[in-house]
């Protein structure tokens, strides 16, 4: 049995970037894991691993020298490296938010990013000749997260594209520790994004802890206007195989679809 644990960050008012991630690995090495992390957290008399509050010493990190934070950091990232099998992430971008509103489909950045993650984890799977069902466990308290439900239960599952996974599981990170190594996942990516479209390039170089998290098998992907587009035109196209004109029209009423050179128009009803 795998499991994969997915983190958010970035879905507050303003964020420039929204990030879902986090990592896979089998029931066995999750157990290792849990003990592992228990472990570590108590060395380090830490309640848990909290990457916005660690990386600014707020809340129970008030008053921690520097040398704790890091070690803290360089136990968490190898606990990582020697028990999780695969990482995924998919981050968004702010300034194409608005080219969401263009399908009613696409929902939010945070459940966009999900899908994404979900649409690699199922890529992950099939390259590994992997059957066997994914379990998922989502971070509770995203005020996103009921559009998400919505959005697999509605749009995903009738169609298939979430046969390989059980049910979303959404819990806290103190009840699932594997969370806590997907926050820190989301906060990396998220503040390198971030970071990088503030200085208009890539930071150079990354943050060691980001660069560490590369050494797990990954699939990091960013969308930006593009790639969204890219997005809409799939859908517009699925739904022209399906049902044609009428079909987009459902979704899409004032769009004027024309294939070479000829406007299809949606019958009236």
């Not at 998400?148 to 049910?167: K, M, Y």
């Not at 797990?216 to 790639?227: D, K």
């Not at 459902?250 to 406007?263: L, N």
């Amino acid at each position: 049995m795998l499991t994969g644990y997915l983190d958010e960050s970035g879905t507050h008012p303003g964020a420039r970037v929204t990030t879902v991630g986090g990592f896979v690995s089998t029931a066995e090495a999750w157990d290792t894991f849990d003990r592992e992390w228990a472990a570590l957290l108590a060395r380090a008399g830490a309640s848990r691993l909290h990457m916005k509050a660690l990386a600014h010493f707020k809340g129970e990190y008030e008053g921690w020298s520097e040398s704790r934070r890091r070690q803290l950091l360089r136990d968490a990232l190898f606990c990582i490296l020697r028990h999780c099998r695969y990482g995924c992430a998919v981050s968004v971008i702010e300034q194409i938010d608005g080219l969401l509103a263009v399908d009613p489909r696409m929902g939010s950045a945070y459940s966009l990013a999900t899908m994404g993650c979900i649409a690699r984890l199922e890529e992950w799977l099939k390259a590994n000749n992997l059957e066997t069902p994914m379990a998922l466990v989502l971070e509770r308290g995203c005020h996103y997260s009921t559009e998400l439900v919505r959005h697999l239960e509605e749009t995903e599952r009738p169609i298939g594209t979430i046969n390989n996974f059980n049910p979303v599981t959404f819990g806290g990170p103190l009840e699932f520790l594997g969370l806590q190594a997907a926050d820190l996942l989301v906060y990396e990516q998220n503040k390198f994004l971030t970071d990088s479209n503030s200085l208009g390039r890539a930071v150079q170089p990354a943050r060691v802890p980001y660069q560490a998290l590369q050494v797990v098998p990954h699939n990091w992907t960013v969308l930006g206007a593009e790639e969204i587009g890219g997005v809409v035109m799939q859908l517009i196209l699925d739904d022209l195989r399906r049902g044609g004109a009428d079909e987009v029209h459902k979704h899409h009423p004032h769009a004027q679809i024309e294939i070479d050179g000829q406007v299809i128009e949606a019958r009236r009803k």
